[in-house]
Structures are given as structure tokens and as C-alpha cells.
């Protein structure tokens, strides 16, 4: 299953990204072909900072309120994908990453990722686990199943 998507994203995505650039440059002209990349590239860039502070704020209300912001969390990870697609020239990584930047496709891409994914992490000194969901309440904490190891660590140098 790795192999096929490895082979797919580093053989294949750029062979289909060249085939694309030279059939949209052979319609409309190298230049004209040109600027559509890098003035995706500008917009990609600008609505990656506009969304990536608003993602910020959030996570930052969420962690002021003592709750985790697994939602924001992930929603930040699909930002960061969403832009260095963008910066990618080629038309297929623009669309993806549009996808990944534009609020309401990327909600819904983070919400079918949130009920696969599990966010973890030590409270009290205990273990607990949250489901994320876009309302920014998150379903209540259970312990984490599995053995928990406490203890104290030196560091020698």
C-alpha cells in the first residue's frame, strides 16, 4: 500500500503536472501559462498567512479555556500541506491545495480525518484521550487504554 502512494506522489504527480503545464501553455501561451502559476502561488500565500492566524487565535482561546485544541490542531496540519502545494508549480498540487486552504473544504477534510484520529496527551499526571470536531468542544476524556509509565529522567552529558 506505501509503495503504490510513493510511487503515485514522486513518479507520477509530476509526470501528470508537466503534461498538464505543456497542454495549458499550448492553449494559452507560455507567459500567460507562467503568471496563472505564480499568481497562484501569491494567492496561495496570502490566504495561507490570513487562515494559519485565525487557526493560531483559535488554538490559542482553546488552550487560554484548558481544553485542547485537536481540532485547530489539525486544521493547521492541512494548511501547511495546502501551502507548500501552492508553492508547488503545476495545476493538480494548486487544486489540492485550495482544497486544503479554503475553510469550509478544509473542515470538511479535517472532520473526516477526526474520526479516525485520536488526540492523546497527559493531564494531572494521568492519561486522557479527545475526539475533535469543528465546534471546538471535544467529546469527554477517558483514559487512554494501555500501560502509562511515570517517572523521572536525568540527563548525562
Not at 116 to 136: I, K, L
Not at 141 to 156: A, L, M, Q, Y
Request: a positive charge; proline letters at 5%.
Amino acid at each position: 500500500m506505501v509503495f503504490p502512494t510513493i510511487f503515485f506522489l514522486f513518479i507520477a504527480m509530476p509526470i501528470i503536472e508537466i503534461f498538464l503545464l505543456i497542454k495549458v501553455s499550448g492553449a494559452i501561451g507560455a507567459l500567460a501559462t507562467i503568471a496563472i502559476v505564480i499568481a497562484t502561488a501569491m494567492l496561495g500565500t496570502w490566504m495561507l498567512r490570513h487562515q494559519g492566524l485565525s487557526t493560531v487565535n483559535q488554538a490559542r482561546s482553546r488552550l487560554a479555556a484548558g481544553q485542547i485544541p485537536a481540532f485547530q490542531l489539525m486544521e493547521g496540519l492541512a494548511l501547511g500541506i495546502g501551502g507548500a502545494l501552492l508553492l508547488t508549480p503545476g495545476f493538480v498540487t494548486d487544486a489540492i491545495g485550495f482544497i486544503c486552504l479554503f475553510p469550509l473544504t478544509r473542515r470538511f477534510l479535517v472532520n473526516a480525518l477526526s474520526k479516525r484520529v485520536t488526540v492523546a496527551g497527559m493531564a494531572g499526571g494521568a492519561g486522557y484521550s479527545a475526539s475533535a470536531n469543528p465546534q471546538g468542544t471535544e467529546s469527554p476524556r477517558k483514559p487512554v487504554s494501555g500501560d502509562v509509565i511515570e517517572g523521572e529522567f536525568t540527563r548525562k552529558e
